[in-house]
């Protein structure tokens, strides 16, 4: 199974990028890399997926190294709604059940 | 469109009892996964059904258990509670299973065992 890590905290302000990085050492060829978003109280909701490269949606970027070993999800301008807990998720695609989350980021963005 | 509903939002039980919770997920969708949430151990894959049937299992014993209806409505079962099985229970629903694509969440349900 893929073990993902993440830092446990960021802090930012508004207007700035900030951009979080999971580790996972052990992805197997066969993983997609998720990012999620969760507010206290709710559950996560998705942000952006990928499986190599850069893939980019209406808000956030996800950047995956050659080597896939880690990933790193880009947030443009944040604001203070950005303030959430941020968790990367590798999962193997086809329907597998090598699934981990990472430990996830707590995201602070200030005025 | 609806979201995915959990039942209920909030429950204690003492140790050794039992608790089911429920899951109804988005219209036309056929997968329901279950999570755990916890301080420590943080998200954590329970299982997965699709039409019915189980596909994908986590690390957990025995006591935890599941099932999914033809409507696609899922619920999930521990057994034996013990004081660690404290924890925020989500489940998520996609259309087509597996952990590719969009998993959307439940606001979960939140057991306390004392």
């Known amino acids: 199974l893929a073990k993902t890590t993440q830092p446990i905290s960021m802090d930012s302000y508004e207007g700035q990028e900030v951009n979080i990085t999971c580790s996972h050492n052990?992805?197997?060829?066969?993983?997609?890399i998720t990012w999620y978003q969760q507010f206290p109280s709710q559950g996560p909701r998705f942000i952006i997926q990928g499986y190599k490269t850069k893939v980019t949606n209406e808000v956030a970027s996800l950047f995956i190294p050659a080597d896939r070993k880690s990933s790193t999800l880009s947030l443009p301008r944040v604001s203070l709604s950005d303030t959430a807990v941020y968790y990367c998720l590798v999962a193997e695609g086809g329907g597998g059940n090598k699934l981990t989350f990472g430990t996830g980021t707590q995201l602070k963005v200030e005025l | 469109k609806a979201g995915v509903t959990q039942t209920p939002r909030y429950l204690i039980k003492t140790r050794g009892q039992q608790v089911t919770l429920s899951c109804s997920p988005i219209s036309g969708h056929r997968s329901v996964s279950w999570y755990q949430q916890t301080p420590g151990q943080g998200l954590q894959f329970l299982f997965e059904y699709f039409s019915e049937t189980q596909r994908n299992k986590g690390n957990f014993p025995g006591r935890f258990s599941g099932r999914q209806f033809s409507n696609s409505r899922s619920e999930m079962n521990v057994s034996t509670l013990e004081l660690g099985d404290s924890a925020l229970y989500l489940c998520?629903?996609?259309?087509?299973?597996?952990?590719?694509?969009?998993?959307?969440f439940g606001e979960g349900s939140r057991l306390t065992v004392l």
């Open positions: 052990n992805i197997a060829t066969n993983d997609y």
């Open positions: 998520a629903s996609s259309r087509t299973g597996g952990f590719t694509g969009e998993l959307f």
